[in-house]
Each structure stands twice: as C-alpha cells, then as structure tokens.
C-alpha cells in the first residue's frame, strides 16, 4: 500500500481592492452578473466573468427554474458560453461572486463540483492553467493558480 498525498494551495487576497487592478476589473463585472442572476428559488446569487486572450469578458449568473435540476450554476453559464462564442480563445482568468438573501456570505464561496469539472475540460483543451478568483459579497477573494489545484484527481479524457 501507499499513500497519495496532493496539496491544493490558494493565495488570498484580504479584499476586493486588493487584488491587481485587472482582476478588480474581473470581479467587479462578476458582481454586476451576480446582480443580474434569476434565483428566486434559492435566493443566492452568482455571478461570473471570464477574460479570454483576446481581450473579452464573457459574464454568465445562476438562471433557475421551477423544475430545478433544470437551472444552470453561474460559472457553467458563463464558460459555456465562452466556449460557444469563441471556441478558439483561451480562457486567462474566471471571477466569482456569491452572494445570499438568506445568510451573509462575507468568505470566499468556491465554485461547486460539477462547475470545477466543466471548467476542466477547458483547462484540459487549451492546455493552460485558468486562474479562478472567488468571493462572498464581501471579505476576502481567494485565488487559484489553476483549475487543477481546485480539482484534485479529476477524471478526463485520458480514461476514455
Ligand atoms: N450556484 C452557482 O451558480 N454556482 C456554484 O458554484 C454553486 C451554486 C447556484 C446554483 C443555484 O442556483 C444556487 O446557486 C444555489 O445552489
């Protein structure tokens, strides 16, 4: 027997104005999304903005439904749509902001499963890391150097 050990690591900044000014630009786009999501079921919020290298931000924000596994998480929204409006740019960086009428969310509220391994595939094809920032409403942003470092022993192609 052995054992495997992995390290995810995370920088984080103590606020928003903390972080270099590209990414403050990033985030506060992923705030304006956030605003603009459609989550009257859970009421919390998301709102995500991707920066390609060309230059583009795209936004996505959670869209729910009555029937809701129908409805789609704010960083699948967006990277998808990333990927249908410009399949051959790399994806440089994705901000998130969460955000709750219920409970103050004032730490970094990371992306879920299922978002990680969309935003893997991406990460996999474009053979580049993607920084991921995140955040509550307030408080402090955490930074991931890569999708990878956020999804420990993910499954990809390679087993197919
Ligand atoms: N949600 C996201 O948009 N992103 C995540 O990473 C986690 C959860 C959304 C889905 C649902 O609309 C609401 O937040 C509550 O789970």
Redesign the pocket.
């Known amino acids: 027997m052995k054992e495997i050990k992995i390290e995810s690591i995370l920088q984080v900044f103590q606020s928003l104005d903390k972080l270099p000014p590209e990414v403050y630009n990033l985030m506060k786009s992923a705030v304006k999304a956030r605003g603009q999501?459609y989550?009257p079921?859970?009421n919390?919020?998301?709102g995500?903005a991707i920066l390609l290298d060309n230059g583009e931000i795209v936004l996505g924000?959670?869209?729910?439904n009555a029937s809701y596994p129908s409805?789609?998480?704010?960083?699948r929204t967006a990277i998808y749509s990333a990927g249908a409006q410009f399949p051959n740019a790399k994806i440089l960086k994705i901000a998130?902001c969460?955000g709750s009428k219920i409970t103050p969310t004032n730490k970094p509220?990371?992306?879920?499963g299922a978002?990680r391994q969309a935003i893997a595939e991406y990460e996999i094809k474009q053979k580049s890391p993607i920084e991921i920032y995140f955040m509550g409403e307030s408080g402090a942003v955490a930074k991931s150097k890569s999708l990878e470092n956020l999804l420990p022993f993910m499954f990809d192609k390679s087993v197919l």
């Open positions: 999501a989550a079921y859970s919390f919020s998301v995500a924000n959670n869209q729910e409805g789609l998480c704010a960083e998130i969460a509220i990371p992306p879920c978002c």
